[in-house]
C-alpha cells in the first residue's frame, strides 16, 4: 500500500462522517466533494486498463449531480418534505443521481465494468450512505415512490446480465430499496441491514478479487469448493434462507408490513426474480459437465473456502435467537 492511500482513506472516512454530521446544506454539499476527490483518487490507485476513463465518466456524471444540487441549495429551493413542487425535486433528483438509484441509474452499469472490485465495493456500499441518508432525513415522503422503483429495476435489470460486476450492480438497486425501506421504520433498522449487506459484499469482493473473476464462465473452471461458496455468496445476497442475507429483509417484512403493505407485497414478489437470476447462473455453474475423467477429479478441501461457507450461514442461529 502506497504512503498517500493511508492518507486517503481516512480522509475518505472524515468526509463522510462530515456530511452526515452538518447541519447547513453548504456543509454538506463541501462533505461531499470531499468523499468525491478522494473516492477517485482511490479509483487512480488501482492501475486498471480502464481506470482512467471510468474516473472521467464517473466525475463528469458527479459533478453534474454536484452542480444540480448546489444550484438547487443556492437558490433557496430546498422545501424540506414537499414532494408536490417541482423546484423540491430538484435536490433529491441530484442526490439520487450521485448515489446511482433508480431511475438515475443509468450510468452505474458500464462504470462498473471499469472498476476493480475494491473500489466496486466502496461504490455499492460507502458511497451510498451520503445521499441516502441526507434524502430520507429531509425528503421522506418522496423515499416510499422511490423505493418500489429500486427494487423493481434491481430485480428485473439483472435477468439478462452475463457480467457478475453489472449483475452486482442490479443487485445494489435492489438492496437499495431495502435500505431505504428499513429507514422508514428506524436507524437501528438500517445500521442492521447494512451491516448485513458491507459483510455479504465483503465476502463476495475478496472471492473475485481472489480469483479475478469479471464473468460468470470464468466461475465453471474453478473447483467444486469455490463453486460452493460463490453459490452460497450469491443466495445469501438474494435473501434464501438458512444464508446470511435472509435474517435483516425478514426482520424488515416483519416490521413494515402492516405499516406499508403494497410495498412489502412488491418487494416479497420481486424477491423471487432477484432469487431467479442468481440461480439461472449458479445452477448452470454446478451442473457443468467436466470433460475430465472423474476418478481423477481433485477433491482438495480449502479450509478458506469452508470457513465463509460456514461464516455465510449464520443466518439460522440468529432466526432462532430472534424468533
Same mark, same amino acid.
Given at each position: 500500500?502506497?504512503?498517500?492511500?493511508?492518507?486517503?482513506?481516512?480522509?475518505?472516512?472524515?468526509?463522510?462522517?462530515?456530511?452526515?454530521?452538518?447541519?447547513?446544506?453548504?456543509?454538506?454539499?463541501?462533505?461531499?466533494?470531499?468523499?468525491?476527490?478522494?473516492?477517485?483518487?482511490?479509483?487512480?490507485?488501482?492501475?486498471?486498463?480502464?481506470?482512467?476513463?471510468s474516473?472521467?465518466?464517473? #466525475?463528469?456524471?458527479?459533478?453534474?449531480?454536484?452542480?444540480? #444540487?448546489?444550484?438547487?441549495?443556492?437558490?433557496?429551493?430546498?422545501?424540506?418534505?414537499?414532494?408536490?413542487?417541482?423546484?423540491a425535486?430538484?435536490?433529491?433528483?441530484?442526490?439520487?443521481?450521485?448515489?446511482?438509484?433508480?431511475?438515475?441509474?443509468? @450510468?452505474?452499469?458500464?462504470?462498473?465494468?471499469?472498476?476493480?472490485?475494491?473500489?466496486?465495493?466502496?461504490?455499492?456500499?460507502?458511497?451510498?450512505?451520503?445521499?441516502?441518508?441526507?434524502? #430520507?432525513?429531509? @425528503?421522506?415522503?418522496?423515499?416510499? @415512490?422511490?423505493?418500489?422503483?429500486?427494487?423493481?429495476?434491481?430485480?428485473?435489470?439483472?435477468?439478462?446480465?452475463?457480467?457478475?460486476?453489472?449483475?452486482?450492480?442490479?443487485?445494489?438497486?435492489?438492496?437499495?430499496?431495502?435500505?431505504?425501506?428499513?429507514?422508514?421504520?428506524?436507524?437501528?433498522?438500517f445500521?442492521i441491514?447494512?451491516?448485513?449487506?458491507?459483510?455479504?459484499?465483503?465476502?463476495?469482493?475478496?472471492?473475485?478479487?481472489?480469483?479475478?473473476?469479471?464473468?460468470?464462465?470464468?466461475?465453471?473452471?474453478?473447483?467444486f469448493?469455490?463453486?460452493?461458496?460463490?453459490?452460497?455468496?450469491?443466495?445469501?445476497?438474494?435473501?434464501?434462507?438458512?444464508?446470511?442475507?435472509?435474517?435483516?429483509?425478514?426482520?424488515?417484512l416483519?416490521?413494515?408490513?402492516?405499516?406499508?403493505?403494497?410495498?412489502?407485497?412488491?418487494?416479497?414478489?420481486?424477491?423471487?426474480?432477484t432469487?431467479?437470476?442468481?440461480?439461472?447462473?449458479?445452477i448452470?455453474?454446478?451442473?457443468?459437465?467436466?470433460?475430465?475423467?472423474?476418478?481423477?477429479?481433485?477433491?482438495?478441501?480449502?479450509?478458506?473456502?469452508?470457513?465463509?461457507?460456514?461464516?455465510?450461514?449464520?443466518?439460522?442461529?440468529?432466526?432462532?435467537?430472534?424468533?
Amino acid at each position: 500500500m502506497k504512503n498517500y492511500y493511508m492518507i486517503i482513506f481516512p480522509m475518505y472516512i472524515i468526509s463522510i462522517s462530515f456530511s452526515l454530521s452538518s447541519s447547513s446544506w453548504m456543509s454538506i454539499w463541501i462533505g461531499m466533494e470531499m468523499n468525491l476527490l478522494t473516492f477517485i483518487f482511490m479509483i487512480l490507485e488501482t492501475k486498471t486498463f480502464n481506470s482512467t476513463e471510468s474516473c472521467m465518466k464517473y #466525475f463528469l456524471i458527479q459533478s453534474a449531480g454536484s452542480l444540480l #444540487f448546489l444550484f438547487s441549495v443556492s437558490v433557496q429551493s430546498t422545501f424540506v418534505n414537499e414532494s408536490f413542487f417541482i423546484n423540491a425535486l430538484a435536490p433529491p433528483l441530484a442526490l439520487m443521481l450521485k448515489s446511482g438509484i433508480a431511475p438515475l441509474h443509468f @450510468w452505474t452499469p458500464d462504470i462498473s465494468m471499469k472498476l476493480s472490485p475494491q473500489n466496486l465495493f466502496l461504490f455499492i456500499t460507502m458511497q451510498k450512505i451520503i445521499p441516502m441518508l441526507v434524502m #430520507f432525513s429531509s @425528503w421522506s415522503a418522496l423515499i416510499k @415512490w422511490i423505493i418500489p422503483l429500486n427494487i423493481i429495476v434491481g430485480s428485473l435489470g439483472g435477468l439478462t446480465q452475463s457480467s457478475v460486476n453489472k449483475m452486482i450492480i442490479f443487485s445494489s438497486i435492489n438492496n437499495s430499496g431495502w435500505m431505504m425501506m428499513s429507514l422508514t421504520e428506524s436507524m437501528l433498522l438500517f445500521y442492521i441491514f447494512f451491516l448485513f449487506y458491507f459483510k455479504m459484499n465483503y465476502l463476495l469482493m475478496t472471492f473475485l478479487l481472489k480469483n479475478k473473476i469479471k464473468w460468470s464462465v470464468q466461475i465453471k473452471t474453478q473447483n467444486f469448493f469455490k463453486k460452493l461458496l460463490f453459490v452460497s455468496l450469491m443466495m445469501s445476497l438474494s435473501g434464501l434462507p438458512p444464508f446470511l442475507g435472509f435474517i435483516p429483509k425478514w426482520i424488515i417484512l416483519k416490521k413494515i408490513t402492516m405499516n406499508l403493505p403494497v410495498i412489502s407485497l412488491i418487494s416479497i414478489v420481486m424477491s423471487v426474480f432477484t432469487m431467479f437470476f442468481y440461480m439461472k447462473m449458479t445452477i448452470n455453474m454446478v451442473l457443468y459437465s467436466s470433460l475430465s475423467k472423474k476418478w481423477v477429479t481433485n477433491f482438495f478441501i480449502e479450509w478458506p473456502s469452508i470457513t465463509l461457507v460456514l461464516m455465510n450461514l449464520t443466518s439460522s442461529f440468529l432466526f432462532i435467537l430472534l424468533v
